[in-house]
Structures are given as structure tokens and as C-alpha cells.
């Protein structure tokens, strides 16, 4: 992986009589595309993805200030057959739809759940990867159903599918919001929160490495797909990642990814073929 430092991407968005990328407020015409294709992308010699910092083993920043993960993997072979550098941006859960949509990325790549929801916001390429929600609590107190958590209070993390999920079939769940996975997880260390829901294979991955929890709850809700999201119209962008994947699909290229970025967290406790979707097809 080749070094990178963080990249500030904090663009101001005016009110009132500002003109921004989509064009005047008050101009009258038809909102102008912000996204770049991808021969403006190979042209300015970099593509732009947004992932995450601090989801371990997914895309996280190490020691060394690289960025690594399984995404990130990802990532770095969508640069280099681009033929271009990769700039990383940090994003968060509640704002990866923004950075997609608004064109502060090119590609958002950061554990991207597919939703009916996002998808009207954003355009998702194909899938590489399977999902479910996962529950984490401590040993010593194991949440091992839904039931369990009647009256209890549960961290979720804001923007995910988690916040989604028990928003709208569990009301009776007491949740308690965070922006980031560092600060819910701490929240769960300190024994602010009974437990915490998110990606089953983030909950997996971090109680293997946190002793004193463990994940009682490992499949919940529907089997949802991860995929690369794009901003809304760029079908060149969009068409060069789908033939992307289903290219990469015919060398197993996200079973060596999970070989090497998910493998020597997860060991023996998970199946690859259970979460790895290889050329956009699911299995």
C-alpha cells in the first residue's frame, strides 16, 4: 500500500445567492453534473475514493499513517488499472451518501451497504461483497437475542443500516448514537451501552481481537450486498467499475483480498465464500 496523508475535504456550501458546482441558486437552468468521467479522471492523473479511517479490517489508517483494510485493497487495484494514484478521503458512516453525491468523491468505497433508500441518492455498481448485522456485548452479560434488548440501551453507530434496522422494527430498543466506530466502541469498552449493533463482520473482527465480548447475535435482519457507489448519473464511472468487477471476478480477486486483509483477523471463525461476492454475482 503506498503512504497517504489525510486529505481535508471540508467544501463550504453557501446559501443564499452562492454559486456552487450544481450551478446558481437562482440561475433557472438544469443543475450541473459535478462528477468527472473517467477519461477526466485518467486525465488529471488520480481517482478520488472515500473510505473509512478507523473500521478495522475494512479500511483503517495504521501506525504508519497508510491506509489499509480490505476496501482499501479494493481500492488499490481500481488505481492502478485506472493507471492513476489513489487519493484516500475519510469519511464516516452518515456522510459517505454526501461525498458521493455532491461529487467530493469520485468513488465511495467504505463497507457501503446497498439500500433502496441510498440507491435513490447515489448510483452503486456491483457488489463484492454479502452482509448481515452482527451483535457484540460482553461475555458476562451476552445479548443472544433481540428479545434481550427490550428496555436495554444499544449502540449504534449514525448512518448505518443498524440505526436503520432497529429504528424501524425494534422501537423498544433504547439506541444510543454515535458518529464514529472508535467512539461506539469505547462506549461499549466503558459500559455505556449493553451492547453494539453494526456489520456482522465488523463485530466478528473486533471481538476476536477485544477479549471479554463476544458476539451473541451473528445474523440479523436480511442478507444485504456492499458495493462501490458513485454520484448519481455518472454512468461512465459506473459502467468502467461494474466490467471492472465482473473482470476481476475470473482471477477470485476478493478471495485474495479477503486472504489478505480479513483472513488474519477472522482465522477459522468465518467462512470467505460466506461474505465474499466475486464478479457481481451472488452465490
Not at 29 to 39: L, M, N
Not at 202 to 214: I, M, R, S, Y
Not at 262 to 271: H, I, S
Request: without cysteine.
Amino acid at each position: 500500500m503506498r503512504r497517504v496523508g489525510f486529505v481535508l475535504a471540508a467544501a463550504m456550501l453557501l446559501a443564499g445567492a452562492s454559486v456552487w458546482a450544481f450551478g446558481g441558486k437562482d440561475s433557472g437552468a438544469a443543475p450541473a453534473a459535478s462528477f468527472r468521467t473517467v477519461d477526466e479522471i485518467k486525465a488529471s492523473g488520480k481517482v478520488v475514493i472515500g473510505v473509512f479511517s478507523d473500521k478495522a479490517p475494512f479500511g483503517y489508517v495504521d501506525e504508519y499513517g497508510t491506509y489499509q483494510g480490505y476496501d482499501v485493497y479494493f481500492a488499490e487495484r481500481i488505481g492502478q488499472d485506472l493507471g492513476v494514484a489513489v487519493e484516500y478521503i475519510s469519511t464516516d458512516p452518515a456522510s459517505r451518501v454526501e461525498y458521493a453525491a455532491t461529487g467530493k468523491v469520485d468513488i465511495i468505497l467504505a463497507n457501503f451497504t446497498v439500500t433502496e433508500e441510498r440507491a435513490q441518492q447515489v448510483d452503486f455498481a456491483l457488489p463484492y461483497m454479502k452482509v448481515m448485522l452482527g451483535v457484540v456485548s460482553p461475555e458476562n452479560a451476552l445479548i443472544t437475542s433481540v428479545d434481550q434488548l427490550a428496555g436495554k440501551t444499544l449502540i449504534v453507530v449514525k448512518g448505518t443500516t443498524a440505526e436503520t434496522y432497529f429504528e424501524k422494527n425494534h422501537p423498544e430498543v433504547k439506541l444510543q448514537k454515535y458518529d464514529e466506530y472508535a467512539d461506539a466502541y469505547n462506549a461499549l469498552i466503558d459500559g455505556r451501552g449493553d451492547a453494539f449493533s453494526t456489520d456482522n463482520t465488523e463485530v466478528l473482527a473486533w471481538a476476536l481481537v477485544n477479549p471479554g465480548f463476544a458476539v451473541g447475535i451473528d445474523a440479523l435482519g436480511n442478507m444485504d450486498t456492499i458495493a462501490p457507489a458513485v454520484q448519481k448519473g455518472n454512468t461512465s464511472l459506473l459502467e468502467w467499475l461494474n466490467n471492472e468487477i465482473q473482470s476481476l471476478g475470473q482471477e477470485n480477486f476478493f478471495h485474495a483480498a479477503y486472504e489478505a486483509t480479513l483472513a488474519p483477523v477472522y482465522g477459522e471463525a468465518a467462512n470467505p465464500d460466506a461474505l465474499v461476492v466475486e464478479g457481481g454475482v451472488l452465490n
